[in-house]
């Protein structure tokens, strides 16, 4: 894989910050992003991360030890950052000595960054506008990712071309920062790298590879989705500030919306505090999330994809799947130089 030459070029400072061949990050996917997806994404060059989500310690300790054994070459931890036992799940990264932790899910808690790179780690943060994306890397972040709401999951309101427009010309001529979101085929990671980017998180492309678990209902389901079946679920009480989450339309998006209002009432009839009301609806998407990836439930389970899902059409190895965007995108850069 040495031919892709251009898009090396491009890709260099993220892959050397990554230790990978190339700067192709997997995004994070609950259930999905566990030992046999991310070691098959760092053996291929890719750059794998485990999505830890709600995992205890004691089971991300066991899916690090896990993805070791199937991999010897670098890869990272999601981890949310409004997790109860964060410091705890940090220093489970620190004894395995994982060399990258992504942070995400909000504003990362006091000394969170710093307990990271006590250990030698670098750290990947979200950056939803500019402003927080300076904010992060003062705070000492190394790299960021931007991430459009074309993405699969929790998501933010601005779509991937309009961040990538603010945030780049600004921060990606002295620091690293990768683009996420819809990213589908080989000539997008080609633009957003001619902008600056110095890498490309895909998730929804990598969810059906071969060496991806999730249940072959699973898979189906994105198989006969188009982009416009990829849809954030609807905030129904401005108390209860849920993240919109993207997800293909089915039952659970509509027993998702019957949940809030069901919360909500609790919340009205003082039967939980806002704390509690936002955890329940929390646990409503790790529980659905884990119904429809590993029981293969696509209509009341939760399955959740980005927009680019319309380009998901078959089962391929992740070492295909890297090639062909590998392809699409140095024919892209040739093209444009040649011009």
Not at 79 to 97: E, N, S, Y
Request: net charge negative.
């Amino acid at each position: 894989m040495t031919a892709f030459t251009k898009t090396s070029a491009l890709m260099a400072r993220g892959a050397a910050f990554l230790g990978s061949e190339w700067a192709i990050l997997c995004g994070a996917m609950s259930w999905v992003s566990e030992r046999h997806l991310v070691s098959a994404i760092s053996n291929a060059g890719g750059f794998g991360v485990i999505a830890c989500g709600a995992m205890t310690p004691e089971l991300l300790d066991a899916e690090i030890a896990g993805t070791k054994a199937l991999t010897g070459k670098p890869f990272g931890v999601n981890l949310i950052t409004m997790h109860p036992q964060l410091f705890d799940l940090i220093a489970v990264c620190a004894r395995h000595g994982v060399s990258h932790v992504v942070l995400a899910g909000g504003i990362p808690p006091k000394g969170s960054v710093e307990a990271i790179k006590e250990s030698g780690a670098k750290v990947i943060c979200f950056a939803p506008t500019l402003a927080l994306g300076k904010k992060l890397l003062r705070s000492g972040a190394d790299a960021l990712v931007i991430e459009g709401s074309e993405a699969g999951g929790h998501i933010g309101p601005v779509s991937t071309s309009v961040l990538a427009q603010e945030i780049l010309p600004e921060l990606a001529a002295d620091h690293l920062v990768f683009v996420a979101g819809g990213i589908g085929r080989g000539e997008a990671m080609a633009g957003y790298l001619e902008m600056g980017a110095c890498g490309a998180q895909l998730g929804t492309r990598f969810a059906c590879a071969s060496e991806s678990i999730a249940h072959p209902a699973f898979k189906k389901a994105f198989f006969r989705a188009s982009a416009r079946d990829a849809v954030a679920s609807v905030q129904v009480d401005p108390r209860l500030p849920v993240i919109p989450v993207r997800a293909l339309r089915n039952k659970g998006t509509e027993e998702f919306t019957a949940k809030q209002v069901e919360v909500a009432k609790l919340l009205d009839d003082g039967k939980v505090d806002m704390g509690e009301a936002q955890l329940q609806i929390e646990h409503f998407w790790a529980g659905a999330l884990r119904r429809a990836v590993i029981d293969g439930d696509v209509e009341a389970g939760s399955v959740m994809a980005g927009q680019s899902v319309g380009m998901v059409t078959k089962e391929e190895p992740v070492a295909q799947i890297i090639a062909t965007l590998l392809e699409e995108c140095e024919a892209a850069l040739s093209r444009r130089q040649a011009a």
